[in-house]
């Protein structure tokens, strides 16, 4: 890459590092050493406006660039992505956690939705129709927003900027990205990349920055519409704050996903799942399973299923031959460890306790191993809260319809899962539950790019989910145009309302 490696990650306009004038920074961590590996610049208003004005100026001419040079430059920057995604996952590792193979499967993730946006072209064809009145005509068109901004949590560095970035780019629209703070260094890098692959000054710009930069990009009149990932308070704040300033705005927040196990389900398969979706990525995803809800009589045996499973992961250094990372930071670990000790101090049994991991790393990691509680009920705090960590409560119900009862009542509508041998019983929870993303026999049912992402109910504020044709919708506004060509014959006055004729 072509910008030398800084102490200070510093924002990205016009194609180029941009130090800005506010000397407040904060510190990124290496969250399997506990060492801080460098500073991350935090914006004033002012190095916002100094953005936010890059991506207004760049928006006329990228806007009226046509779609064959778009696409020329999106395909160009998934070749490169894909050539150079493992430094990207080393990126990503050194700042989150995660393990290599999770940092470059989000990657792929990522680059899913930058070659549904290839096909823009398709994507935003408008209508037409011929003579709709006697010589009118109808069409509709796509047009993009303006400059539009991206504020994305740390769990995803890469993944979620590009849930919405290709598309919000292909449809004619300039970007500003405000990254975690946790982990800012992959925005830079998808930054040079973006200039690598042609994409003019200007188009594709990084904020970093907390609250406010966040702030400065809500309130001011230049950014048309903001797409927000993160904990669910962030995203109502941003939602009210956005849409109170004629923002278009989805904000995609929190979650806590149960798991629906039946008693003829394959209890192997359902244990595999459980552990695979409860302890991925350290449990630091929006769409991890954080409550088994098991039906009839088999909890013992699921529960023994998930613990044997559960005790071979290894708890280590990503960058090592680890099943699981650590926390992100030294305080959520100790938030997360403290959510344990609630649902001890309440009753739930412990049946495997991560606090006390022998990790395969730094001693001073931010380290904590799988946990599992059983006969958890609907008051403790592990189950209310999200816990964001690797911790599993397994739930013990009666029936199907209790499970459901629990989940529908749940504030949170992410994703959820059944797992189940009967088909009607599946066709029956996809029908009833109250949920955005629904697996069946899938423990982690993220869609493909050409569909969309996202919860209901206290996971998702504003109308319009993540990528696949939600995402067209959002980062484009239509406009339909009737046109009649009047030949001579067709002169004189008429002062009556237009009717078809
Ligand atoms: P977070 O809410 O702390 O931060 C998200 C973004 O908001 C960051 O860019 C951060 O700098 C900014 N921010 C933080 N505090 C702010 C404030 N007071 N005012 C304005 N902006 C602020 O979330 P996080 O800890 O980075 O990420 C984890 C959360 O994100 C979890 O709750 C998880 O469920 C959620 N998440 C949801 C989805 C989804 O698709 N629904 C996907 C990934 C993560």
């Known amino acids: 890459m072509s910008t030398p490696p800084s102490a200070t990650v510093v924002h990205w306009a016009g194609n180029k590092p941009f130090p800005g004038t506010s000397n407040a920074t904060a510190p990124v961590t290496n969250p399997a050493t506990g060492h801080v590996t460098g500073r991350v610049a935090l914006a004033s208003v002012s190095d916002a406006r100094a953005v936010i004005d890059t991506a207004a100026t760049a928006f ?53 939705v930058v070659e549904f946006a290839c096909g823009i072209a398709h994507l935003i064809k408008g209508g037409h129709t011929e003579n709709a009145s006697t010589n009118v005509d109808v069409h509709s068109v796509c047009q993009p927003l303006g400059p539009v901004a991206i504020i994305s949590p740390f769990n995803f560095p890469a993944m979620v900027p590009m849930w919405f970035f290709p598309i919000a780019i292909a449809a004619g629209n ?5 990254p975690s703070e946790k982990d800012p260094t992959a925005s830079i890098w998808l930054a040079e990349l973006w200039k690598e692959a ?62 629906i196990i ?4 394959d209890l192997d398969l359902a244990a595999d ?33 998930i613990a044997e499973r559960a005790r071979s992961i290894v708890t280590g250094d990503g960058t090592r031959s680890s099943d699981m990372g650590p926390l992100v930071t030294a305080a959520h670990r100790a938030k997360v460890a403290s959510y344990v000790d609630a649902g001890e101090a309440a009753g739930a049994t412990i049946v495997l306790d991560g606090r006390g991991v022998q990790a395969d790393g730094d001693a001073d990691g931010f ?5 599992l509680f ?10 209310t809260d999200e816990i964001f960590g690797p911790v599993l409560a397994v ?83 239509t406009k339909a145009i009737t046109t009649r060509w009047l030949d001579p014959s067709h002169g004189g006055l008429n002062l009556g309302f237009p009717q078809n004729a």
């Open 60 to 112: 006329p001419t990228w806007r009226d660039t046509s779609l064959s040079k778009r696409t020329t430059i999106l395909f160009r920057f998934r070749e490169l992505l894909n050539e150079r995604k493992s430094e990207l996952a080393a990126i990503i590792t050194a700042e989150h956690g995660k393990v290599l193979s999770d940092a470059l499967g989000e990657i792929s993730r990522g680059q899913e």
């Open 174 to 178: 300039t970007v500003v990205l405000k």
């Open 198 to 259: 042609g994409l003019p000054d200007g188009v594709f710009n990084v904020l970093q920055g907390d609250k406010a930069a966040v702030d400065a990009l809500l309130t001011d009149p230049a950014i048309k519409a903001v797409s927000f990932v993160g904990s669910t308070p962030i995203a109502q704040y941003v939602y009210a704050t956005g849409t109170a300033t004629g923002k278009r705005v989805q904000a995609l927040g929190g979650a806590k996903n149960h798991a």
């Open 262 to 265: 039946l008693p003829d389900a």
């Open 273 to 305: 799942a459980m552990v695979n979706a409860g302890f991925g990525s350290a449990g630091e995803r929006c769409m991890a399973i954080s409550v088994a809800v098991a039906v009839g009589d088999i909890a013992d045996t699921l529960v023994d299923k």
């Open 367 to 371: 380290w904590l191993g799988p946990t």
């Open 374 to 383: 059983d006969h958890v009920t609907p008051d403790m705090s592990i189950y």
């Open 395 to 477: 739930v013990r119900v009666a029936s199907y319809d209790e499970a459901l009862e629990l989940i529908n009542t749940n504030p949170f509508g992410n994703g959820t899962a059944i797992f189940t041998n009967d088909g009607g019983a599946a066709r029956r929870f996809q029908n009833e539950v109250e949920v955005g993303m629904v697996g069946i026999n899938v423990p982690i049912p993220v869609p493909m790019a050409y569909y969309s992402f996202g919860g209901w109910k206290a996971s998702l504020f504003g109308d319009t989910h993540a990528h696949g044709t939600e995402g067209i919708h959002f980062f484009t506004r």
